[in-house]
């Protein structure tokens, strides 16, 4: 079992920055790939991020390159999103989740957080 918690979400203005926190515990944090998703209002879930157990691989979408940054800290058990240059359209509620493999699938990730809301004013 994987116990995953977001934090640092707020309302921004458009141009704005933005750093979340996904804290871990239980199962070795160090084995899981660890993601960002992020459904806006009367969206799907889609991919923003991904970074390898080991953080030597990371991947963004096309929607947040240049703008996200995706990051680790295994000794602490988090994972970052920092965020800059913020869009309305970034809106939504934030997801971080565990997969066993280094994958943008969402399926494949079994461990899912509650989410922390993310709003920028236009």
């Known amino acids: 079992q994987v116990q995953l918690v977001e934090s640092g979400g707020g309302l921004v203005q458009t141009g704005g920055s933005l750093r979340l926190s996904c804290a871990a515990s239980g199962r070795t944090f160090s084995n899981y790939a660890m993601g960002w998703f992020r459904r806006a209002p009367g969206n799907e879930r889609e991919f923003v991020a991904v970074?390898?157990?080991?953080?030597?691989?990371?991947y963004v979408a096309n929607s947040a390159k240049g703008r996200f940054t995706i990051s680790r800290d295994n000794a602490k058990n988090t994972v970052y999103l920092q965020m800059t240059s913020l869009k309305p359209d970034d809106t939504a509620v934030y997801y971080c989740?565990?997969?066993?493999?280094?994958?943008?699938?969402?399926?494949?990730?079994?461990?899912w957080g509650q989410g922390t809301q993310v709003t920028v004013s236009s």
């Open positions: 970074i390898a157990w080991n953080g030597n691989s990371s």
């Open positions: 989740a565990a997969a066993g493999v280094f994958t943008t699938t969402q399926r494949l990730f079994d461990y």
